[in-house]
Every structure is written in C-alpha cells, then in structure tokens.
C-alpha cells in the first residue's frame, strides 16, 4: 500500500511569516496525526483526527498553529504567523482506527524559521 | 499523565555484543508499548510492540509491570541495527506518548 505522502519536504522561511503543510495519509485510515519533532526530542502530538473530528488537540497552541482534515482524508497543518522556537520537523502519521493499530508515518517537513 | 523515558541518549556497542536500550514508562493503567525505530534518511516506523510477543530483526522487549520497564533488547548487534530508537506508550484513549530517543551506533 502506498504511505503516507507529506508535502513540502523542506521549507525555510522568516519569523512572523505564514506556512502550511500538507498529509494525505494510507487510503482508508481513519486516524491521523500531527507530531512536531525538534532536534534531539521524540515527537510529540499536536493534533489527533478520527475522520475529520478532532480527537485531541490539547498541546496544539491554538494562537497560531490550526489543522483540519477535509472530508476525512487529507490534511493541512498551519501555523500563522511562525516563530523561530517552530523550527523542527512536522510528521504525519495514520492509523486504521483509534487504539492499539499501528501508525503509520510520512517522511516529515523540516521547517526552518530564521 | 503518561511519560516515557529513554535515559541514554546515545549508546555505542560493538558489532556481535549484546544490546539493550531502556524505556521506563510512568502510566497507573494497562498501557500498550511500542517501539519505533528511524533509520538513516528513512521515515519512522513500528519494530515490536509488547502484545505481539515478537521478534524482529532479532529484537525483544518484555513489558514489566512491576518495573514499569519496555526494554529493547538483541543478543548480538549488527552495524545495520545503527539507527534511533524510540519507546511510545499508548493509554486508554488516548495518542501515541514518544520518549525522547536513543540513537544506537553498532561499531565495526
């Protein structure tokens, strides 16, 4: 089965500026998920989907970071306006259903904030 | 609310010796526990979980409740096993929680 695609892979841009990244995860998966790893760290959770409800969003800061997953299957991740503590890499990832299935997850977009 | 720790971050073994990378876990229920590795230029992806009771690539980890531990464990590394590792524990409802990772470097 095809991955978990991620879009773009790399991208660099200035503080305060605008940037958006997409997912569209394994065909058929219910979950999907948002990790934000910085260097030197595991990933941690930002957002959690079952279809296109949000299932956990608590350690999203909601100020300038927003996802939404249109009609359950793809995804975009945004964060307005960037500062230089985002830079890290953004993974994706799904899951077949909610629980104990494994994840799945797309190469990440390394975000640099200068 | 449920953590993960990896307390080495880096762990150099050489080639044929024995491995074990620790995850200790801190969770008052009945958590599932992952292991996820990334090798070079490569996407995370699962190696074992503790409720398949698997091998892969020649890796085991056995869930201690009493210890709250989900050791790694090979009995003879190989330099292809050099990569990063990373313990996750799934609770309930609720997502995936990552430890902090241990880069594994097999030496020739």
């Known amino acids: 089965e095809a991955g978990v695609a991620q879009s773009p892979r790399y991208k660099i841009i200035e503080k305060r500026q605008s940037v958006a990244f997409w997912c569209n995860p394994i065909s058929g998966h219910a979950t999907l998920y948002w990790y934000q790893q910085i260097l030197g760290q595991g990933p941690k959770l930002l957002i959690q989907f079952q279809n296109n409800g949000v299932v956990d969003d608590s350690q999203l800061p909601k100020d300038r970071f927003s996802a939404e997953r249109l009609k359950g299957v793809d995804s975009t991740l945004k964060i307005q306006p960037a500062k230089l503590e985002d830079s890290a890499v953004y993974l994706c990832a799904s899951s077949r259903t909610w629980g104990n299935t494994e994840a799945f997850f797309g190469q990440g977009t390394r975000l640099t904030v200068v | 609310a449920q953590r993960v720790t990896q307390p080495e971050k880096l762990l150099s073994v050489f080639k044929g010796a024995p491995v074990e990378l620790k995850c200790n876990y801190s969770?008052?229920?009945?958590?599932?526990l992952f292991w996820y590795v990334q090798y070079s230029r490569q996407r995370l992806q699962l190696l074992l979980r503790h409720i398949s009771r698997e091998s892969i690539k020649g890796f085991t980890a056995d869930l201690n409740k009493g210890e709250t531990s989900f050791h790694l464990k090979k009995p003879f590394a190989q330099e292809e096993d050099s990569a990063m590792y990373y313990c996750a524990l799934l609770s309930g409802n609720t997502p995936l929680v990552f430890g902090k990772g241990t880069r594994l470097s097999v030496i020739a």
């Open positions: 969770y008052s229920g009945s958590p599932e």
